[in-house]
């Protein structure tokens, strides 16, 4: 059974700095393209960035470069979202999510997504 778990969200002040983690099972990250999206409630969801299955290629939205970075840890088949200097704006639930082919910054490139993680920045 593929599965994503993720966690490492919570509350926040704006300018601190935060890692959440995404655990793979029943696939194996380190052959996937993969990537993270967040949503907030009623809005459609928004790419954040993506991982090619080697680690070589990254890029993100240009609302988070510069902040957040994507790594995978293949030894623990997990995925990392590494955010710093948190603005309140990055308040969403965050889901990682892999790869399946098409748009890469789309939704419709993407399935077996998680639960989410909900990240709260405080002013």
């Known amino acids: 059974q593929v599965q994503l778990v993720e966690s490492g969200g919570g509350l926040v002040q704006a300018g601190d700095s935060l890692r959440l983690s995404c655990a793979a099972s029943?696939?194996?990250?380190?052959?996937?393209?993969m990537g993270w999206f967040r949503q907030a409630p009623g809005n459609e969801p928004e790419f954040v960035g993506y991982?090619?299955?080697?680690?070589?290629?990254?890029y993100y939205a240009d609302s988070v470069k510069g902040r957040f970075t994507i790594l995978k840890d293949n030894a623990n088949n997990t995925l990392y979202l590494q955010i710093i200097s948190h603005q309140p704006e990055d308040t969403d639930l965050y889901y990682c999510?892999?790869?399946?082919?098409?748009?890469?910054?789309?939704?419709?490139?993407?399935?077996?997504w998680g639960q989410g993680n909900q990240v709260t920045v405080s002013p």
């Open positions: 991982i090619s299955w080697s680690g070589g290629v990254t």
């Open positions: 999510e892999y790869y399946s082919g098409g748009n890469r910054v789309a939704r419709t490139g993407y399935d077996d």
């Open positions: 029943g696939r194996t990250v380190s052959i996937y393209n």
